[in-house]
C-alpha cells in the first residue's frame, strides 16, 4: 500500500510548511468568501423585497447592489481568516526553526509499539 | 429647548419698531377669512410660494430650512366643519361653501374610501366568499341590520376613516396655505355611538373601548377654527329621510325618531357645547334649507385672529415659532401612520370587536390576494402596472380618496 493516499509530513516544521503536499485545498477555496457573502446578502435582499410587498423582480439595482456588496465583504471576511491563520502558523514555524532540539523529526512506529500489553486482572 | 436659547426680536420691541416702516400701512383689512369674490377684488400685493404636493412629496427635516411653513398661511387658510343630522343637505352646502371661499371640500369619510382600493377594487364584492361575522359592513349594512354583531366595530371603522381623513386635511393646510371645508369630522363621531348606545346597538364594553381609542388620538390634532351647525328639527329630518328616497334609509328600522333625537341632542348638549370653547360656532335653522352666501357673509365678520393666552379658542392654532409649524407639519404629512396606529387600542374584552382566528386569516388571505392588494401600488403586472424591474419608489403616506358616499 505505499505510495497510495496522501504524502505524511516527516517533521513538525514540514507539518507547518504550506504546499507541503501533504493535502489538498478545497476546489471553491479562493472564491469561498465571494460565494457565501454574496448568497447570504442575495437572499436578505429578497426577502426584504417581499416583505415591502413588491414583487422579487422589481428594484433590481438594489438587490444588485446588496448582493456585490456582500460578495466583496465575504471576500474580504476570508481574506481576514486566511490571514490570521497564515500569521499564526508562521509564528509557530519560526518557533520551531529556533527551537529544533524540541521539535525532532517524527519517529515512524507501528501500532504494536505503540499499544501496550494488556493484562486482564479478574 | 431650542427655544430657551434662542433670541429672538419677537418681544424685545424692536420688531414693533421695525414694523412701522415696512410696507403699505395706509389701508388695513380685519384679518378673516375672505371669500373668492372679495378676494379677487382686493389688490395682489404679496406673492405665495407654490403648494407643496404633500401627497407625493415628504416634507422632511431639512426641508423646513428652505421650505417655510407659514410663509403659505393667508386668511383663508382654516378649517371649517360642517355639522349636521341625517339628510340635512350638509354635502350640497360644504361643497358650495367651499366654493365660495375658494378652499378645499373633502367628502363626507365613509368607509366605500376603505373597501375601494388604489386601483378602484370593491373589496365587498368578496363578501360572499367570507364567513358572515368577517365580512363588510357599511353604513348601508348598519341602517339595515342595527342589532348586528358588527355595530360596534362598524362605528370603530367610522371614526378611524374620519380620523384618517382630518389627518389629511391638516396636512393639506398645513403644506398648501388652502383651507379646508369638511363635511362632519372625527370629533363629532361619537353622537353616532351615542345614538347607537342608547338604543343598545352596540355594548356598556364596547362603547367605552370607543372612548378609549378617541382619547388616545386625540391629543394629536388641531381642533377646527369653526363649526357651521345646519339645525334641523326631528320631524323635519324624518321628512327629509322620505323625500330622500334611499331605500336603505327609508326602510331602515334604526332611523327612528328615538335615535335621531339622541343624536340631536348629544350634538347640541356634548359636542357643540363642548367646541364652543376651542371654535368659533355658527348654527343656521336649515329646516327649510338656506343661502350659503348669508353664512359665507356671516363668516367673514368672525374675527379668527383673536386669541389670549387664557382662553382656549383657536388656541390649538397658536405656534409661536417656525419650528412648531414645521413639527406639526412633518407630523401630520409623514408621520400620519404613527396617528392612527394610536387608535388600535387592545381589545381582549369586548367579544364583538373581536374577529376569531380562522375568519380573521381567511378574510386576511382573501384581501390581500384580492386584484391590487398582492403587492403594493404601482407594482402590480396583473392591475397593468409596468416598468417596476427598476423601480424602488413607493406612496410615503395613505392619502384618503376624495370618494363620496355610493348611495343606492
Known amino acids: 500500500m505505499a505510495g497510495t493516499g496522501p504524502k505524511l509530513a516527516q517533521s513538525p516544521l514540514e507539518l507547518l510548511t504550506e504546499d507541503d503536499g501533504t493535502r489538498k485545498p478545497f476546489i471553491l477555496h479562493n472564491v469561498w468568501g465571494y460565494l457565501v457573502g454574496g448568497a447570504l446578502c442575495l437572499g436578505g435582499s429578497l426577502f426584504a423585497t417581499h416583505g415591502l410587498r413588491r414583487p422579487l423582480m422589481s428594484g433590481m439595482q438594489r438587490t444588485i447592489g446588496i448582493t456585490v456588496f456582500g460578495a466583496l465583504l465575504g471576500n474580504y471576511a476570508h481574506e481576514r481568516r486566511e490571514l490570521y491563520y497564515a500569521e499564526r502558523d508562521a509564528v509557530l514555524r519560526h518557533y520551531v526553526q529556533l527551537h529544533p532540539d524540541d521539535f525532532p523529526p517524527y519517529e515512524r512506529k507501528k501500532f504494536a509499539e505503540v499499544l501496550e500489553p494488556w493484562i486482564p486482572i479478574r | 429647548m431650542t427655544s430657551l436659547f434662542r433670541v429672538t426680536l419677537r418681544n424685545s420691541g424692536i420688531s414693533n419698531f421695525l414694523f412701522q416702516f415696512s410696507g403699505n400701512n395706509e389701508m388695513k383689512f380685519t384679518r378673516t377669512i375672505t371669500s373668492k369674490l372679495v378676494k379677487e377684488a382686493r389688490p395682489q400685493t404679496e406673492s405665495k410660494p407654490k403648494p407643496w404636493p404633500y401627497k407625493e412629496k415628504k416634507y422632511n427635516y431639512f426641508h423646513q430650512f428652505i421650505d417655510r411653513t407659514s410663509s403659505r398661511f393667508d386668511d383663508n387658510s382654516k378649517i371649517i366643519v360642517v355639522e349636521g343630522p341625517v339628510a340635512a343637505g350638509k354635502s350640497k352646502f360644504a361643497k358650495q361653501l367651499a366654493d365660495d371661499l375658494d378652499m378645499y371640500y373633502l367628502p363626507e369619510a365613509n368607509l366605500d374610501m ?295
Open chain 2, 114 to 408: 376603505y373597501y375601494f382600493n388604489d386601483y378602484g377594487f370593491d373589496l365587498r364584492t368578496l363578501d360572499d366568499q367570507l364567513p358572515e361575522n368577517a365580512r363588510s359592513f357599511d353604513v348601508n349594512n348598519f341602517l339595515m341590520n342595527p342589532r348586528s354583531i358588527q355595530s360596534a366595530s362598524f362605528q370603530m371603522n367610522q371614526y378611524y376613516i374620519k380620523l384618517s381623513q382630518y389627518v389629511d386635511a391638516l396636512a393639506h393646510v398645513l403644506s398648501t396655505g388652502q383651507g379646508v371645508v369638511l363635511d362632519r369630522c372625527c370629533y363629532s363621531d361619537f353622537v353616532f355611538l351615542e345614538a347607537m348606545y342608547s338604543q343598545g346597538y352596540v355594548s356598556k364594553a364596547a362603547h367605552k373601548k370607543y372612548y378609549d381609542m378617541r382619547n388616545e388620538t386625540f391629543g394629536h390634532l388641531l381642533r377646527p377654527h369653526l363649526i357651521i351647525y345646519l339645525d334641523v328639527p326631528v320631524p323635519k329630518v324624518q321628512e327629509n329621510i322620505q323625500k330622500r328616497a334611499l331605500s336603505y334609509e327609508v326602510k331602515s328600522p334604526a332611523l327612528t325618531k328615538e335615535y335621531l333625537t339622541e343624536m340631536e341632542k348629544h350634538y347640541k348638549q356634548n359636542y357643540l357645547k363642548e367646541m364652543s370653547k376651542h371654535s368659533a360656532l355658527l348654527i343656521y335653522d336649515w329646516s327649510d334649507g338656506g343661502d350659503p352666501e348669508v353664512v359665507v357673509e356671516d363668516i367673514e365678520r368672525v374675527d379668527f385672529n383673536r386669541h389670549d393666552n387664557q382662553d382656549l379658542k383657536f388656541k390649538d392654532w397658536v405656534q409661536h415659532l417656525e419650528e412648531d409649524w414645521a413639527y406639526l407639519r412633518r407630523k401630520y404629512c409623514n408621520e400620519k401612520n404613527y396617528i392612527l396606529t394610536l387608535s388600535q387600542v387592545t381589545v381582549f374584552d369586548v367579544p364583538e370587536l373581536l374577529l376569531g382566528p380562522e375568519e380573521a386569516h381567511e378574510r386576511h388571505e382573501l384581501y390581500n390576494n384580492a386584484p391590487g392588494n398582492e403587492f403594493e401600488y404601482g407594482y402590480n403586472a396583473k392591475m397593468g402596472d409596468k416598468n417596476f424591474l427598476f423601480k424602488m419608489s413607493a406612496k410615503y403616506r395613505d392619502t384618503l380618496p376624495l370618494r363620496e358616499r355610493r348611495q343606492y
